[in-house]
């Protein structure tokens, strides 16, 4: 069992920046993929970025490289996104996720967080 809560979201003009923050809690492996998603009103969930528990190797979505980053906080157990550089097409609900190696499907989702880009 895996209990994932998103915090950080808000309203920002174009150019600025969130710090999206996701607790993670429960049963989570050194190799899980801890994972960003977001999804915009009548649009599909789409992949933001990913983090391996134990920290290392990361991965990004194309529109993400260069101005979000994703980062473990070993300290407060939590995997934050910072998004710098937002546009209005940023606009979206983000939602944390985890799921196993072995898995081509992240199985464990937060309930998400709103990011709001005003242009």
Known sequence: QVQLVESGGGLVQAGGSLRLSCAASGRIFNNYFMGWFRQAPGKEREFVASIIWSGGSTYYADF???????S??????????Q??????????VYYCAAREAWRNEYAHWGQGTQVTVSS
């Open 64 to 70: 993400a490289k260069g101005r979000f980053t994703i």
């Open 72 to 81: 473990r906080d070993n300290a407060k157990n939590t995997i934050n996104l």
């Open 83 to 92: 998004m710098n550089s937002l546009e209005p097409e940023d606009t979206a």
